[in-house]
T-cell receptor, first 114, second 112 residues
Framework: DTGVSQDPRHKITKRGQNVTFRCDPI?????LYWYRQTLGQGPEFLTY????????KSRLLSDRFSAERPKGSFSTLEIQRTEQGDSAMYLC????????????FGPGTRLTVT | DAKTTQPTSMDCAEGRAANLPCNHS???????VYWYRQIHSQGPQYIIH???NNETNEMASLIITEDRKSSTLILPHATLRDTAVYYC?????????????FGTGTRLTIIP
């Protein structure tokens, strides 16, 4: 399968713990995006990378959130000191760099903070 | 803020054409119309996009009105696997406008 992959698919953690999610984009894509989706809502943009450079961050990305893409391939999203409000589906997408390129999404990581 | 308006839900009989409307009355000249869908518990899936001409691919057709203020996604022969939430999104294709802004979409249910 050459699509976008995410790991883990599900994560249950206790409030206050740190969690890290991984995204592996489609290999030819140099743009990578993170979105968050809560129940009943559409996905909300968090941040995106072109190669290893993080070019935009949403206001939703508080200081407890950090994303990296150190070698321009896979990316990680870390949430420190998790809160119950962080419970959501975290989606990763990738695309080619052309302006109208469609984004291809992974299956998501569902985070539950108890 | 989402720039599109879609009905909350729609039903369609299996085998019939599903026509999903979208209003984007404030669309600007550089903005494309994209359609994605999300089947339960999966990531969104790209369907089609267009600027001003009608577009067709193996999944669907996109009809954009001449004034570009609205569009319709057409699934020609709906199957049960087309049951999903369908999102209509407008996005400027210029550099620096990378994010997709999703609304709440239309929940399409295909009835056997």
């Amino acid at each position: 399968d050459t699509g976008v992959s995410q790991d883990p698919r599900h994560k249950i953690t206790k409030r206050g713990q740190n969690v890290t999610f991984r995204c592996d984009p489609i290999s030819e894509h140099n743009r990578l995006y993170w979105y968050r989706q809560t129940l009943g809502q559409g996905p909300e943009f968090l941040t995106y990378f072109q190669n290893e450079a993080q070019l935009e961050k949403s206001r939703l990305l508080s200081d407890r959130f950090s994303a990296e893409r150190p070698k321009g391939s896979f990316s990680t999203l870390e949430i420190q000191r998790t809160e119950q409000g962080d419970s959501a589906m975290y989606l990763c997408a990738s695309s080619f760099p052309q302006g109208v390129g469609e984004q291809y999404f992974g299956p998501g990581t569902r985070l539950t903070v108890t | 803020d989402a720039k599109t308006t879609q009905p909350t839900s729609m039903d369609c009989a299996e085998g019939r054409a599903a026509n999903l409307p979208c209003n984007h009355s404030t669309i600007s000249g550089n903005e494309y119309v994209y359609w994605y869908r999300q089947i339960h518990s999966q990531g969104p899936q790209y369907i089609i996009h267009g600027l001003k001409n009608n577009e067709t691919n193996e999944m669907a057709s996109l009809i954009i009105t001449e004034d570009r203020k609205s569009s319709t996604l057409i699934l020609p022969h709906a199957t049960l696997r087309d049951t999903a939430v369908y999102y209509c999104i407008v996005r400027d294709a210029g550099f620096g406008n990378e994010k997709l802004t999703f609304g709440t979409g239309t929940r399409l249910t295909i009835i056997p």
